[in-house]
């Protein structure tokens, strides 16, 4: 008998150190992990850990999608404010996924990668040193789509995926983001009838992630009137979400390197308040 429990404490161990090492080597350096591959692609998360974590500690992450119409885009996109929040202490996560120009696919394709993602992140929480209930989706324009879609919409996921794990984020952070895919909206032409399927605007309940919203009021991807009919039905359903608007500003305005980075700082000074309000951050 005693024999059995020594021999169960040392697997116990085992168990505890290996998930311990793996925390200390992925959080003292960047990471890329492959979350999904069709064929020969292979299809990547680029972690970054904050200098500060200690070793088997677990953080929340903030995982970005990057804009593009679904059609383009890349990794790049989020970068500096993937650097600006791990240095806030959050783990941040850029997801690559796949597009019609470099892939050949269309915008459901991108959808059910983006849920992939998540669900990879979620189910491998321990080794990835990830809090699995503090998972914050953002992204710009598709991305910022692709992001509210994960949390609202329950179609379009890959037949290779685990459904028992949950794509839903714990919050959103959506700059200008595609929410209406209708005929009035963008990317009706690639969607057509399974618009109301696709838009995170005609699928708003009860239960979805606090939400914050940049726009700009010259977007002309973008009406005003239809992200402030989103915010209220968002209200109405009884969920937070907190519309900010910039006057005059258009389609990208809050990327690095637009109007002196005037928007792009305040934009972050809001997400920082927002995290900070929720306990994602100090």
């Known amino acids: 008998m005693t024999f059995i429990l020594n021999k169960n404490m040392r697997i116990l161990i085992v168990i505890l150190m290996s998930q311990l090492f793996t925390c200390l080597s992925l959080q003292a350096r960047s990471a890329e992990v492959v979350y999904k591959t069709v064929g020969s692609l292979q299809m990547k998360l680029y972690i970054d850990y904050p200098d500060d974590m200690k070793a088997s500690e677990k953080r929340p992450a903030i995982v970005f999608y990057f804009g593009g119409g679904w059609i383009d885009g890349n990794v790049v996109h989020f970068k500096p404010q993937a650097d600006h929040f791990v240095k806030k202490g959050l783990i941040t996560v850029r997801v690559d996924y796949r597009v019609q120009g470099r ?3 269309p915008p459901f ?7 992939s993602a ?4 979620r189910k491998n929480a321990d080794s990835l040193c990830v809090k699995s209930d503090s998972i914050v989706a953002s992204g710009g324009s598709a991305g910022g789509h692709l992001a509210a879609a ?8 890959d037949a290779m995926d685990d459904l028992s794990v949950s794509c839903k984020p714990n919050l959103l952070v959506l700059f200008n983001p595609v929410l209406d895919n209708g005929p009035e909206g963008y990317g009706y032409e690639r969607v057509k009838k399974h618009y109301k399927e696709f838009s995170p605007y005609y699928n708003i309940k009860e239960g979805l992630p606090p939400t914050i919203i940049f726009l700009g009021t010259n977007d002309n991807l973008i009406p005003v009137d239809m992200m402030e009919k989103y915010r ?13 608007l910039y006057k005059d500003q258009q389609h990208g305005f809050f990327n690095y390197g637009r109007n002196n980075n005037v ?8 997400m920082e308040t927002f995290l900070n309000r929720f306990g994602y951050i100090k």
Do not use: E, Q, W
């Not at 394709?109 to 849920?115: F, I, N, P, R, T």
């Not at 994960?150 to 996921?157: P, T």
């Not at 209220?232 to 900010?244: R, Y």
């Not at 928007?263 to 000074?269: F, I, N």
């Open 232 to 244: 209220d039905n968002m209200l109405k359903s009884g969920n937070v979400c907190d519309l900010h």
């Open 118 to 121: 998540i669900r990879y992140i």
């Open 263 to 270: 928007y792009y700082y305040d934009t972050l000074k809001k």
């Open 109 to 115: 394709v991108c959808l059910s990668d983006a849920k």
């Open 150 to 157: 994960i949390a609202s919409i329950d179609g379009f996921n």
């Open 103 to 105: 892939h050949k696919v």
